[in-house]
């Protein structure tokens, strides 16, 4: 089992597309969704798909249990997912000793950029790229698992002042 601590932000600007790698689309999909805990679908670039459970335990740190499945296995899945289907893009930025994920999302959330670090300890301290807007970590509305079960958050809650094309 591993451990996912992670920090999230808004995006303020595109500065970290100068750093950003070609990107991955992905499609992700909730079949189980509780307070505490979730079983995701996740599909990239429609070429490999992985299933993946996520408990909280109320901190920056949960337990996720992650496997690859096979694609077919991952689209009947989707079918039946509870709410909404995630569209987005992730880019990896490397930034000092850290890879930031940057999500741009399409569809339902469009004009939503969040950039998302994995960190090796919840006392990690990253250096903060210029790019980066407020902090939402821990911040319900802004997890995928609410962004495709609850209603969507008002678009000028998120949307940028620019373009993110």
């Known amino acids: ?71 077919a296995d991952a689209k009947e899945l989707m079918s039946k997912a509870i709410g909404l289907v995630i569209e987005k893009t992730r880019y990896e930025v490397k930034h000092g000793a850290f890879i930031w994920e940057v999500d741009v999302y399409t569809g339902a959330h469009e004009g939503l950029v969040i950039a998302e670090v994995e960190l090796s300890a919840e006392s990690d301290a990253p250096d903060l790229p210029a790019w980066l807007g407020a902090e939402v970590t821990g911040d319900p509305q802004y997890s995928n698992q609410s962004l495709a079960t609850t209603p969507l958050v008002s678009k000028k809650d998120h949307e940028l002042s620019y373009s993110p094309f």
């Open 1 to 71: 089992m591993a451990k996912e601590i992670e920090r999230k932000f808004l995006v303020a600007s595109d500065g970290w597309r100068i750093a950003a790698n070609g990107g991955t689309c992905l499609l992700q999909a909730y079949v189980v969704t509780m307070d505490d805990r979730s079983a995701r679908i996740r599909l990239m670039d429609d070429k490999r798909a992985k299933l993946t459970i996520k408990i909280s335990n109320g901190s920056m740190t949960r337990d996720e249990f992650e496997y690859d499945i096979p694609v």
